[in-house]
């Protein structure tokens, strides 16, 4: 007789199935979970800077680099081109104004000089012959208009007897009318010969005028000609410091050629450079400081140059009140310029966040200071210390002001001691 055998209701195979799917369904509960839920990253305290936000008083200001430079500096160019024959100082020398520094030669120039000085005194020559020309004409006519007078002082004479004879029949009418025609004649040639010695001193003195005004004009030239050969002496212009020197004996240098420098050192200043972006914000009478030596020291802007090179341009401060004692030409200062007047303010410190989130955003702490989540906020100026802080923060709070670079998109911090 058969048995009927009783069939199973799970089997191994189905088992499997059921298994597998149970996992599978796990498994994307689990992811489910996961990207709905906040994801949390574990660091090390120790690896993180922690900030506490506070209130106080905040200036916006930004860090440039300056260069101390002497109160002023004259630079020498060569006023006339030429040979160098002798270098009479030596770079760094202590000037006086007026001390020679440098000798150059120029033979065409000097040729030129000789030249003029030939032409002044052939000038001075003919002007003294003409003189001397117009003085004597002048007493030809002096002596002619003498004799022409006592003719006619004599034919007056004659004249005037004449008449009176002629009236009492003492003589003839021919007499007497040849008394009178003379005498008429001698008075006629008279006022001739007084206008002619008028017009004479007229013109002796405008050419006498006329050749000094000549003679001087040559005169300037031929000074003018001297300070050109004297210029190939160079001198020191004002009192300094002596530097960048470039001229070496035999070297022929041009007109206007850059020869040296002279650096008036009675004070400093220093020339900072600063990014374009800040063009519009910068002005005479700003303030910055510095720290030199464990002491602080202000500056002020007195000069802007608004030409911009290479996306940044530059500016002159000058010291106030002090100088700082052992400061040298040159040397390289840390500077903070003041962009605002100071102001109350919630600050954060300033810190590599900012690379990541912009400002947009920061890790604030719990109060427990076990963990640390997103919180939007919004930054304003910043100085080289703190960030404005205009919105999302209040006094007190914590947060982690060093880099997120390492944090991915995690939203929350677990921070382990």
């Known amino acids: 007789m058969d048995i009927p055998l009783e069939k199973k209701r799970f089997t191994p195979k189905k ?33 993180i800077s922690i900030n506490a936000v506070k209130k106080g008083n905040f200036q916006e200001n930004i860090p440039v680099n300056g260069a101390v430079l002497p109160i002023k500096t004259i630079y020498l ?44 005194y052939n000038l001075l020559t003919q002007m003294q012959i003409s003189q001397n020309a117009a003085r004597q004409n002048t007493i030809n006519k002096r002596n002619n208009l003498t004799d022409v007078e006592n003719n006619f002082i004599e034919a007056k004479r004659k004249y005037e007897l004449n008449k009176k004879l002629y009236a009492k029949d003492a003589i003839g009418k021919q007499d007497f009318l ?24 007229i013109s002796s003195r405008q050419e006498t005028q006329q050749a000094r005004e000549s003679y001087q004009r040559t005169r ?6 001297r300070k050109k050969v004297g210029d190939l002496v160079v001198k020191a212009p004002v009192d300094g410091q ?17 020869l040296g420098q002279i650096d008036v050192i ?19 009478g700003q303030r910055g400081s510095f720290t030199f030596n464990g002491k602080d020291y202000e500056l002020e802007i007195k000069k802007v140059y608004t030409q911009v090179s290479n996306g940044r341009f530059q500016v002159d401060m000058h010291f106030e009140d002090e100088i700082p004692e052992n400061i040298r030409r040159g040397q390289s200062l840390q500077i903070k310029l003041s962009l605002s007047q100071e102001k109350e303010a ?30 939007p906020i919004k930054l304003g100026s910043q100085n080289t210390e703190y960030y404005e802080v205009l919105e999302g923060l209040k006094p007190g709070e914590r947060v982690i002001t060093s880099s997120y670079s390492n944090f991915g998109d995690i939203d929350e911090l677990v921070i382990n001691e």
């Open 242 to 258: 002596l530097t960048a020197l470039d001229a070496e004996i035999g070297q022929s240098k041009q007109k206007g050629e850059r």
């Open 77 to 120: 160019d060569a006023m006339e081109g030429g040979r160098v024959e002798e270098r009479l100082v030596e770079d760094g020398t202590m000037m006086k104004k007026g001390e020679p520094i440098i000798r150059l030669s120029n033979t065409d120039l000097e040729l030129s000089l000789v030249n003029q000085e030939t032409s002044v």
């Open 178 to 201: 040849e008394a009178r025609n003379n005498y008429n004649y001698q008075q006629d040639k008279f006022e001739l010969a007084k206008e002619v010695l008028a017009q004479d001193s």
């Open 15 to 47: 088992i499997a199935m059921i298994a597998g799917g149970i996992l599978l369904a796990v498994l994307i509960l689990f992811v489910i979970f996961s990207s709905s839920g906040s994801s949390k990253l574990n660091v090390e305290k120790e690896r």
């Open 220 to 225: 300037k030239a031929l000074e003018l000609m």
């Open 346 to 375: 919630v600050m954060v410190a300033k810190g590599g966040f900012f690379q990541q989130t912009g400002g947009n955003w920061i890790f604030k702490l719990s109060e427990d200071g076990e963990t640390a989540y997103k919180a």
């Open 266 to 284: 009675s004070g400093y200043k220093v020339r900072a450079e600063i990014d374009e972006h800040y063009i519009s914000r910068i002005f005479n």
